[in-house]
């Protein structure tokens, strides 16, 4: 019958109990054993130093872990083998329960940057969209003083008897408030600067602005800036004047007319001139302000938001929680394995007894 059967199986076999026993350990050979375990630190070149922080990397379920290796989250696996590769140096850990606690440890850092990294994330995302949110509605302002500027529109239409009820201060105030939008953001300075040259060029090369830009400069500017409209409406008025007088007895001559008509000429484009000048010095500051303004609002929210902040805090604190654990831990059993006394871990229970 084979040995396989099972009715052999249950048949004791005689020839076994003559078979020589393995013989006992003697306390000595124990003692000499942990004499020897307490005095190794695990290699000692840094060739095998490495190779032995690989070797835990590499086996290590913690450290196979613990790495995003692939993904839009991907991490980089060689700066968690140089951080463990770092601990091993430090801690020196012999055997599986010490190497645990080391992979345990390094697994901690890495979760405590990745907290960071979330922190880092959620504070840009607040600050790059709310930053943004934020100059939209004064960006939108100066599109709209923009558009009405180029549309003419009247703002309160006299034969509409809807807006009879408005007092003409209201009327105004919305005129200027209009007004103001537009020279006080860069885009809207950027469009009177064009429509100052453009007037400039005009006079430069037709000796006269064209109707619509004069009209164009005085809407945008009646309200806010009252002395150049009624100086260049004023140049203008003479200005027209002096082309169409026509030359009577006891008038100036024309050459004389002509020579005032420059002179006029000359006064408009100095005028220009100088409100080219503010302009641009208005344009600088706009621009200013608002760079002030934006690193204004990334400053406010350079903290992650209540919720995101709360998450965060817990996470860590868990993280916190592990890591000293396991700090303690592997300090408790190197001192054991090295011959000091240590007193066992204090372990409290709250909980009720029933």
């Known amino acids: 019958m084979s040995l396989r059967e099972p009715s052999q199986n249950l048949i004791p076999n005689p020839s076994l109990e003559n078979c020589p026993r393995k013989p006992r350990i003697s306390e000595r050979k124990i003692d000499a054993n942990r004499r020897n375990a307490q005095s190794s630190t695990g290699p000692k070149t840094a060739r095998g130093k490495q190779t032995s922080a690989r070797n835990a990397i590499k086996h290590g379920l913690l450290a196979r872990e613990v790495v995003i290796t692939s ?19 430090d801690y020196k850990p012999v055997g599986t329960v010490e190497e645990s606690l080391v ?10 940057a990745r907290t960071l990294r979330a922190e880092n994330g959620e504070i840009r995302k607040r600050s790059d969209t709310s930053i943004a949110d934020g100059m939209s509605p004064e960006l939108d302002k100066a599109n709209l003083a923009l558009f009405l500027a180029g549309m003419n529109v009247d703002l309160f239409p006299v034969d509409n008897r809807a807006d009879r009820s408005v007092p003409t201060a209201d009327r105004w105030s919305k005129v200027q408030s209009v007004s103001n939008n537009l020279h006080a953001h860069p885009i809207g300075l950027l469009f009177q600067h064009a429509l100052l040259q453009v007037a400039m060029d005009q006079i430069t090369s037709a000796g006269s602005m064209s109707e619509k830009v004069h009209n164009k400069l005085v809407e945008i500017n009646q309200t806010s800036d009252a002395t150049f409209a009624i100086a260049l409406a004023s140049y203008r008025l003479a200005l027209s004047e002096c082309s169409q007088k026509t030359k009577v007895e006891g008038e100036p001559s024309e050459s004389t007319e002509n020579e005032r008509a420059d002179e006029i000429r000359r006064m408009m484009a100095s005028l220009i001139e100088d ?4 302009t641009d010095m208005r344009q600088r500051d706009a621009t200013e302000r608002h760079r002030l303004r934006r690193d204004a609002e990334a400053r406010r929210f350079s ?21 000293y654990h396991a700090m303690d831990e592997l300090e408790r059993l190197q001192r054991l394995r090295q011959g000091e006394k240590v007193p066992p871990p204090l372990n409290v229970n709250l909980g009720r007894e029933g």
Request: glycine residues 8%; negative net charge.
């Open 303 to 323: 903290l992650p938001s209540t919720q995101a902040a709360d998450k965060i805090i817990r996470y860590e604190t868990h993280i916190d929680r592990q890591l």
């Open 103 to 112: 992979q345990t440890i390094g697994a901690c850092w890495w979760r405590k």
């Open 71 to 89: 993904g839009d989250g991907k991490e980089d696996l060689h700066d968690f083998e140089r951080l463990m590769e770092g601990l091993w140096d």
């Open 275 to 278: 409100q080219l000048k503010r």
